[in-house]
């Protein structure tokens, strides 16, 4: 499933033309349009249509901070092009701490990338064929698994597998809005199908003033600015862009928001002029009748292409949510290229586990991959693939990031005013210092607004989950430098030195072939003394042993050890100490015969006694543990099939 495996030198046919790239980072952010509008509308409808006209407004708000933040993030991929985006902005100006906040956030963030927009494309899916509601899980799991193995093939084959659908979706969409727009123009307006359902507001919420409003126009501007997600993935990605890296990843950044833009500004357009009416609550539309729960409400996209294209059987109907479904499924892709490039800096930076820092077979950061697949499978399956539920636990760690990185680069350029000149290249620093400033104090904002808007409704859980993140991070580096520090040496002709004298056991458990290669083996590096070991765990076999041992004239002395408890373990590892503490300047040698097997269940069979004092010994200073293996026949068939699978295991980045 995965392909055939790549070599490191190939790592530059992997490289993406803007074409590719522009999918496969920005399908969140222009994916982004299905359900933004829609979760406005949610927000707002709460008190009633009496607060409808307010989407315009804060419809022009959510493009007027995507255009900051998008402007922002061009100084980021020109400033910092090696690929650490905003974790390695905000580490390099602001600290290694404030960094690591912005990691951990942007981690959870991945994750829910990829929990809502799988979510949401089940949701399209079922606004076509309502029967699917019940597989609505084991949908959502099977997407995130298909996207798992597509991007184990790599980057660039992921991004020619999603390339097709993006665009595919954008072009509908693009389509979509104008000839809904032309269709308006003419005098034809479009008619949603819930444009003559009312909606009941929640008690209390039917007259709101002051505070309460505020509150629900920020909520719902919180809300719409999901549209924003996924924008700052471009800037992880840079070292993945063909050369030169910084201007293609620029231009694909102007790129995916000059479409995202329009698609949004069109799609509200159009929901305003058709009239969609959508509720939180089916049961909250008026006009339905009594069984108002039997009612399946379709998306906002759903019904604006039925009321452009002409009902729910119309072939644009059908092209719309089709599209919109692949491409919601596959804006989790972004996450998938992002959380693995993100982590492999960081355990690069010994802040995560070393192997989320090595290639697979197709040179893709596999285990990241899996680990967010797995992540994000968990968190469908336990808000039951909910877009409602799970979009609160949306968006924060994303203006997290947002706004310490453009903080971090007014930073930047501070600094680099402070030396710089060349009066062309200060005008230009000033320029964009004022951007990201600007951009610094708008997405400072919105995560204020976030915070105090979704905070109670289940953000609690993201900013949790971030918490415990960096904390664990912090702990994972902590561990690894002391690791270094104990592991590095000060004097190395001290730990050079050659112990007086090694000591050689050989356990025995009976003589036959594996005794006596271990035999030949420890004799052959030449100890100081050399001894064979058996523990009496049966009187009888014991003396038969000694007898059998004798006869074949072995000149290798056997010492035979008591065990009235007929243990095995306990009487070896005594022993050894006992040897080690006696004399604590030799090195003890402990060579234990072993079968190699080839099948899984053989190892239940044998060795069982070996892999317990083997963990045991291992915890003795000035011991060392020999392996001697001994291959049966049926271990030729597994190494034959294990030749088939090259670098199964990969080398990480070793410690420093």
């Not at 802040?351 to 697979?360: A, C, E, N, T, V």
């Not at 453009?406 to 501070?414: A, C, K, S, Y």
Request: glycine letters at 8%; charged letters at 15%; proline letters at 4%.
């Amino acid at each position: 499933m995965v392909g055939r495996a790549l070599r490191s030198s190939e790592m530059g046919e992997t490289l993406l033309p803007k074409r590719v790239a522009l999918p496969i980072f920005a399908s969140d952010p222009l994916s982004s349009v299905a359900y933004a509008t829609q979760e406005i509308l949610l927000v707002l409808t709460l008190g009633g249509m009496a607060y409808v006209h307010f989407t315009p407004w804060i419809a022009a708000a959510v493009v007027a901070l995507m255009t900051v933040v998008v402007l922002s993030y061009q100084q980021v991929v020109r400033a910092y092009p090696s690929g650490g985006g905003s974790y390695e902005v905000v580490s390099a100006n602001l600290g290694e701490g404030a960094g690591l906040v912005v990691g951990a956030a942007l981690l959870v963030d991945y994750v829910m990338t990829v929990a809502v927009s799988v979510a949401s494309g089940v949701d399209n899916i079922i606004s076509a064929v309502p029967q699917l509601h019940a597989q609505r899980v084991p949908m959502a799991l099977g997407f995130v698994a298909l996207l798992a193995v597509v991007n184990l093939r790599g980057v660039r084959e992921s991004g020619r597998a999603f390339a097709t659908p993006t665009y595919l979706f954008v072009s509908g969409v693009l389509i979509m809005i104008a000839t809904g727009l032309f269709r308006y123009l003419v005098g034809d307006a479009p008619v949603a199908e819930s444009s003559s359902y009312g909606i009941r507001p929640q008690e209390g919420d039917a007259q709101l003033a002051g505070a309460a409003l505020v509150l629900l126009v920020l909520r719902a501007f919180s809300n719409g600015c999901t549209a924003l997600t996924g924008v700052e993935a471009i800037s992880n990605g840079v070292p993945a862009f063909r050369k030169p890296k910084s201007r293609n990843a620029a231009i694909t950044l102007a790129v995916m928001g000059l479409i995202a833009i329009t698609m949004f500004v069109g799609v509200t357009t159009l929901a305003i002029v058709s009239k969609v009416h959508i509720a939180d609550d089916t049961c909250r539309l008026t006009g339905l009748g009594e069984d108002c729960s039997a009612y399946q409400q379709r998306t906002v996209i759903a019904q604006v292409a039925a009321a452009v294209f002409g009902g729910e059987r119309s072939v644009g109907f059908y092209y719309i949510q089709a599209a919109t479904a692949l491409v919601l499924v596959l804006a989790a892709n972004t996450a998938f290229n992002g959380f693995p490039l993100l982590s492999s800096v960081l355990a690069q930076r010994r802040y995560l586990p070393r192997q989320l820092h090595s290639r697979g077979d197709r040179l893709a950061f596999s285990n990241g991959i899996v680990a967010l697949a797995v992540t994000a499978g968990l968190l469908l399956w336990g808000f039951k693939a909910s877009v409602t539920a799970l979009i609160h636990l949306y968006i924060l760690g994303v203006f997290t990031s947002f706004t310490l990185s453009q903080t971090g680069m007014v930073r930047h350029w501070n600094q680099a005013l402070a030396t710089a000149s060349d009066p062309a290249l200060r005008r230009r620093q000033h320029i964009v210092r004022i951007i990201n400033a600007v951009g610094a104090v708008f997405t400072g904002l919105v995560l204020v607004v976030v915070l105090l808007t979704k905070f109670l409704d289940g953000a609690w859980l993201a900013v949790l989950a971030a918490g415990v993140l960096w904390l664990l991070m912090r702990v994972i580096r902590g561990r690894y430098d002391r690791t270094a520090a104990e592991l590095t040496s000060t004097d190395p002709h001290s730990d050079l030195t050659t112990p007086s004298r090694v000591l050689a056991i050989v356990l025995v458990s009976n003589v036959h072939k594996p005794t006596l290669r271990a035999l030949a083996y420890a004799r052959a590096s030449k100890p100081a003394r050399l001894e064979a070991l058996t523990v009496a765990v049966d009187h009888d076999e014991a003396l038969a042993l000694e007898d059998q041992w004798q006869r074949l004239g072995i000149d290798v002395p056997l010492k035979v050890l008591d065990s009235p408890y007929r243990e095995v373990t306990r009487p070896v590892v005594d022993y050894v100490r006992s040897l080690s503490r006696e004399s604590p300047r030799d090195m003890v040698g402990v060579y234990i015969p072993e079968y190699v097997v080839g099948r899984w269940w053989e190892n239940l069979l044998h060795n069982q006694s070996a892999l317990r004092i083997k963990a045991r010994l291992r915890f003795t200073p000035g011991v060392m543990v020999i392996s001697v293996p001994w291959q049966l026949i049926s271990s030729a068939r597994a190494d034959h099939h294990g030749a088939r699978a090259p670098g199964s295991v990969r080398r990480g980045e070793p410690p420093r």
